[in-house]
Nanobody, 117 residues
Framework: QVQLVESGGGLVQAGGSLRLSCAAS????????MGWFRQAPGKERKLIAS????????YYEDSLKGRFTISRDNAKNTVYLQMTSLKTEDTAIYYC??????????WGQGTQVTVSS
């Protein structure tokens, strides 16, 4: 089992920045690729960024490239999502997840990000 706890969400004005953190416990963190998902009101949850076990490979949804950065610190069992130039459409619940080969079996409880205009 892997337990994941997100933090760092909140209310921010458009154009601002936030850094989300996801702390993992349980099994060896570096064995898992990590992903950040988000779910906006009335929409499906979708993958927005992922990072390989070593951190050497990352993926971003096209629309977020250049604004969001995913990173991980395997010594701290933590994955981060740095979000800049936030827009109102970034408002969502953000979830981190752990998995292998693109299949995510462990999920955090989510953290709300609200971007005001």
């Amino acid at each position: 089992q892997v337990q994941l706890v997100e933090s760092g969400g909140g209310l921010v004005q458009a154009g601002g920045s936030l850094r989300l953190s996801c702390a993992a416990s349980g099994r060896t963190f570096s064995n898992y690729e990590m992903g950040w998902f988000r779910q906006a009101p009335g929409k499906e949850r979708k993958l927005i960024a992922s990072i390989s076990r070593s951190g050497s490979t990352t993926y971003y949804e096209d629309s977020l490239k250049g604004r969001f950065t995913i990173s991980r610190d395997n010594a701290k069992n933590t994955v981060y999502l740095q979000m800049t130039s936030l827009k109102t459409e970034d408002t969502a619940i953000y979830y981190c997840a752990a998995g292998t080969a693109g299949h995510y079996g462990y999920w955090g409880q989510g953290t709300q990000v609200t971007v005001s205009s």
